[in-house]
């Protein structure tokens, strides 16, 4: 079973910056999109930023310009870059892989075990 790790959480002042690395723990046949999510207490897992195998990026409305995500295809490695961090920034981040562990088996879902932001003001 391969897991995704992630590192690079911590805590912040706001306008500060923090890079979120995910590596999985295996090998995969092929990777389509990987994204982050967050989640703050008491709220729903919302997507953060995704980045498809064509490298084309899509951003939460909240995160534009301040947020970039990038990818290793050689690593199968997902990173979010975050810069000008503010107090609603503060959440568990979690990475998102879909992907193909063997050429015979369907995309699934691979998901990180979080790791935490914390931006203080």
């Known amino acids: 079973q391969v897991q995704l790790v992630e590192s690079g959480g911590g805590l912040v002042q706001a306008g500060g910056s923090l890079r979120l690395s995910c590596a999985p723990s295996g090998s995969f046949f092929s990777i389509n999109v990987m994204g982050w999510y967050r989640q703050a207490p008491g709220k729903q897992r919302d997507l953060v930023a995704a980045?498809?195998?064509?490298?084309?990026?899509n951003y939460a409305d909240s995160v534009k310009g301040r947020f970039t995500i990038s990818r290793d295809n050689a690593k199968n490695t997902v990173y979010l870059q975050m810069n000008s961090l503010k107090p609603e920034d503060t959440a568990v981040y979690y990475c998102?892989?879909?992907?193909?562990?063997?050429?015979?088996?369907?995309?699934?879902?691979?998901w990180g075990q979080g790791t935490q932001v914390t931006v203080s003001s």
């Open positions: 998102k892989t879909v992907g193909q562990r063997y050429r015979w088996s369907p995309f699934s879902d691979y």
């Open positions: 980045i498809n195998s064509g490298g084309v990026t």
